[in-house]
């Protein structure tokens, strides 16, 4: 069982808004660490989609966005399209557990 | 370009050890914290272990503590992970990835390399 707690799937129609929640505790996301989000392509390596709570890096689309409030975070997405059908992570670090902490993982289906 | 390429990965019995190797380029290596993450078939991602950017700070996942060791060649922007013990459980596709920051607290992981699969089986 993951730290942080994310739903296991989540779907939405082409062109539709989703979010994604991250759910953690006054250890971790509470403790003011920041939370990062990350999207996995099957068979390929996770890629930074979100850093620092609501950073997007270079060539990621505005269509993502992060926030952070309290001990959660959620990750949006609007306009869905095809290719954003993968597994999405949220990632902190927890101070009680001296540990880098992930998410169990998210499947985004688009409908 | 940043380039991180694991080495060292295969089938080996449980009981056994494994040293995996992270070959880094394109950046300043001794600069930046550099973690081991892991997934096993089908699963999530579970971070491993990680080290500061001088070596100083390590941090280890629970589940490998006490069996697992990083370690880091600044001088040949190498990373290391030596595993003992291996179990069934520590099968998964091990893979590199660089934090954007030095100090191994939190910062995100910037670049990922594709991975090396281990696999422990009798």
């Known amino acids: 069982q993951s730290v942080l707690t994310q739903p296991p799937s989540v779907s939405g129609a082409p062109g539709q808004r989703v979010t994604i929640s991250c759910t953690g505790s006054s250890s971790n996301i509470g403790a003011g660490y920041d939370v990062h989000w990350y999207k996995q392509l099957p068979g390929t390596a996770p890629k930074v989609l979100i850093y620092?709570?609501?950073n997007r890096p270079s060539g990621v689309p505005d269509r993502f966005s992060g926030s952070k409030s309290g001990t959660s975070a959620s990750l949006a997405i609007t306009g869905l399209q095809a290719e954003d059908e993968a597994d999405y992570y949220c990632?902190?670090?927890?101070?009680?557990?001296?540990?880098?902490?992930f998410g169990g993982g998210t499947k985004l289906t688009v409908l | 370009e940043v380039q991180l390429v694991e080495s060292g990965g295969g089938w080996v019995q449980p009981g056994r050890s494994l040293r995996l190797s992270c070959a880094a380029s394109?950046?300043?290596?001794?600069?930046?914290?550099m973690h081991w993450v892991r997934q096993a078939p089908g699963r999530g991602l579970e971070w491993v272990s990680s080290?500061?950017?001088?070596?100083?700070?390590?941090g280890y996942a629970d589940s490998v503590k006490g069996r697992f060791t990083i370690s880091r060649d600044d001088a040949k922007n190498a990373l290391f992970l030596q595993m003992n013990s291996l179990r069934a459980e520590d099968t998964a596709l091990y893979y590199c990835?660089?934090?954007?920051?030095?100090?191994?607290?939190?910062?995100?992981?910037?670049?990922w390399g594709q991975g090396t699969l281990v696999t422990v089986s009798s």
């Open positions: 080290i500061s950017w001088n070596g100083k700070t390590i």
């Open positions: 990632q902190s670090y927890d101070n009680g557990l001296s540990a880098v902490i």
């Open positions: 990835a660089k934090e954007s920051g030095m100090e191994n607290r939190g910062d995100e992981l910037d670049f």
């Open positions: 394109g950046f300043t290596f001794d600069d930046f914290a």
């Open positions: 620092g709570n609501s």
